[in-house]
């Protein structure tokens, strides 16, 4: 798989669904806007195929899944795809494009809005990922990867300036998904976060249902939680911003999760455990972020 990096061709709206950027297949993908009035209906489409197949699951010895460490191209995003996608967008405020990168900061609309829906169809599996397993800082080869499964999620933002010392900015999702190491569990995941910047305060919450945990070993692995909420509260001797830029921030964070026989650090951890009951973690952090650059 020759990478070549991610896509990033400006279009007339924020679509999901783009060029894997990488080598070993060919692809067909388009796309077109109607504008009505503030609405915009966005469709899109893609298809691709690689030139030469995954290792198919289960093949017989010698036989095994290809891999980046040992093999000069594996399948991995450029897996054989048929997908479809609609996306909606209200934008009253045209002059901040709503799909900018830095829109969080810029857009000045009372209110604003985008409503996704991307579904893949994906009839075969791909090659293997590396992870790192245990402490060791080697990457090591999974034995083999998620097998054939067709996709579905939604996504959605709202974006409300509701005047220039006061917005909130809220994004949510939901679908199904596939670990990116070998576990073949297909979990069903939602969630929301939810900003808030009032004068000098700025609050910031998150919710996930059911999904993987913050860091990328815990897709790898298929590492989720049944629950996890988080909420920030922060305030500065400037005007606070919508990034997480060098600002001076005086603030304290609540982090909770269940945890449950897919999750790591629970006592119970064979999926024969299910009737048992849910753990729990939680952390509450105070800090001090200090900017001292012009």
């Known amino acids: 798989m020759a990478f070549g990096g991610a896509d990033y061709t400006k279009t007339f709206t924020g679509w999901r669904l783009k060029d894997s950027g990488s080598g070993n ?23 691709q195929e690689p030139l030469v197949d995954p290792i198919p699951l289960g093949a017989p010895a010698p036989a095994r899944s290809r891999n980046i460490i040992e093999d000069p191209f594996v399948v991995r995003d450029n897996r054989k795809t048929t997908a479809g996608e609609l996306l909606l967008t209200f934008d009253p405020t045209p002059g901040t494009w709503f799909y900018e990168w830095d829109n969080d900061r810029s857009e000045d609309a009372p209110f604003a809005a985008s409503l996704g829906f991307v579904y893949r169809h994906l009839p075969t599996t791909q090659d293997a990922a590396i992870g790192f397993f245990g402490d060791s800082r080697v990457p090591v080869a ?23 010392d006061f917005g909130v ?11 990116r190491g070998s576990d073949d569990r297909v979990i069903y995941r939602y969630g929301t976060d939810v900003r808030v910047v009032y004068n000098k305060f700025k609050l910031m919450s998150e919710v996930k249902i059911d999904d993987w945990g913050p860091f990328d070993f815990h897709r790898d692995f298929n590492l989720t939680y049944p629950f996890q909420f988080k909420v920030d509260l922060s305030t500065t001797l400037g005007k606070p911003g919508w990034f997480i830029l060098p600002n001076t921030r005086l603030g304290v964070r609540y982090t909770w999760r269940s945890l449950d026989n897919f999750s790591p650090r629970y006592e119970f951890m064979s999926p024969i455990d299910l009737g048992l009951p849910n753990g729990n973690e ?8 200090i900017n001292i650059g012009k």
């Open 169 to 179: 900015i809220a994004n949510f999702f939901g679908g199904n998904g596939q670990a």
């Open 142 to 164: 999974f034995a083999s990867a998620p097998s054939a499964q067709d996709l579905w999620e939604f996504n959605g933002r709202i974006v409300s300036k509701i005047s220039p």
């Open 282 to 289: 939680w952390e509450i952090r105070t800090y001090l972020h």
């Open 25 to 47: 297949q060919y692809n067909f993908l388009t796309g077109f806007t109607y504008q009505i009035g503030n609405f915009q209906i966005a469709p899109n489409f893609l298809w």
